[in-house]
C-alpha cells in the first residue's frame, strides 16, 4: 500500500485538512495541507470550517485547534507527543498565582496547556509577543510564562520589566554561545538566526532572533544566500524546499525536539481511519481558554 495515497484519499473522503508544525519530519510535512508556527497555525485553525483536523504538532497545538474549532473532530495522531516546557506551567500552580496577584497580567506563551490558558489574561506566540506584550498598559505588571528565556529576551528588548516563571524549552535551553562561535567559524559569510526560546547569551551572538514564521519570511525575503540556523532542525527541509539556491546549515549537535518527530505517517494513516486519538476538552475549558486566545488574535498581527 502506498501510505501517502492512502492518507491522501482517507482525507478526501474524511473531508480532513492537515495541519503540520515547521518542527515535524520532511513526510509529514510533505502530506500537510498547511505547514506553519504556532501562531499560523493557530491562525488556520480559526479560519478552519473542515469537519476533521488532523493536527501534527505537540498535543498543546492540538488543543489550541480544538478549543478554535470545537464543532471539528481534532485528531492528534501520536498523544505521547507532548510538550515538556507547557508541562511546567501547571494549571494548579498558574491558578494559585492567579488567586495571589489579582492585578497582575499574565500573559502565556502559547506553549501552556488548555487546563492553564483559562487561568490568564491573553496568549502570545514568538511571533507576535513583542506586540502582544506593547498592548499591555505600562503601569501593569506582568507574569510571563512558562519560557523564561524568551521572557527575559523580550524585557530586553522592549524595556519592560517581567516576572518569569521558570521554564524552558529543553531543546532551545541547551544551545550554547559556543555552538553560534563554532559555526560562525565553519561558516564565516552567514548571517546567524536563532529562535528567541534559546538563552540570552546565544541570542546575543546571533544577528537576529526570530521566530520560525519570522525566519521563513527573512530568509525568503534576503539577499543574503548563506543562513546558519538556530532552531529546531525541521525547520531546515523547508527552508531548502523554498528557496532552492540559498544555503542553510544546522548549528552543532543539531538541535532536535523528540517530541515533534514523533507523529510518523502510519500515526496520521491510523488516525484517519479510526477517528482517533481526539483531543476532548469539556466546554468549560475551551470557552475559559478561548478568551486569552481570542484576546491574542485581536492584536494587530
Ligand atoms: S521545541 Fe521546545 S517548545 Fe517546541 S515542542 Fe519541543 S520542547 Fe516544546
Partial sequence: MDIGREIDRLKKERAAVILAHNYTA?????????????????????????????????????????????????????????????????????????????????????????????????CCTSGNAEKVIASIPKEKRILFLPDANLGRNLAKKLNRPMELWPGFCPTHNRI???????????????????????????????????????????VRESAETEFVIGTETGILYRMKKENPEKKFYPLEPEPICPNMKKITLEDVLFALQDLSPRIELDPETIALARIPIDRMLEVRP
Fill in 26 to 122: 520532511p513526510e509529514i510535512q510533505d502530506i500537510a495541507d498547511f505547514v506553519g508556527d504556532s501562531l499560523e497555525l493557530s491562525r488556520k485553525a480559526a479560519a478552519c470550517r473542515a469537519p476533521v483536523i488532523v493536527f501534527c504538532g505537540v498535543k498543546f497545538m492540538a488543543e489550541t485547534a480544538k478549543i478554535l474549532s470545537p464543532e471539528a473532530v481534532v485528531l492528534h495522531p501520536n498523544p505521547n507527543s507532548g510538550c515538556p516546557m507547557a508541562d511546567m506551567a501547571d494549571s494548579a500552580a498558574v491558578a494559585a498565582y492567579r488567586k495571589a496577584h489579582p492585578d497582575t497580567v499574565i500573559v502565556a506563551y502559547v506553549n501552556t496547556t488548555a487546563a492553564t490558558k483559562t487561568h490568564v489574561d491573553i
Fill in 176 to 218: 550554547l554561545p559556543e555552538w553560534i562561535a563554532a559555526a560562525r567559524a565553519a561558516h564565516p559569510g552567514a548571517t546567524v538566526l536563532v529562535h528567541p526560546e534559546c538563552l540570552p547569551a546565544t541570542v546575543a551572538l546571533a544577528d537576529r532572533a526570530l521566530s520560525t514564521g519570522g525566519m521563513l519570511k527573512f
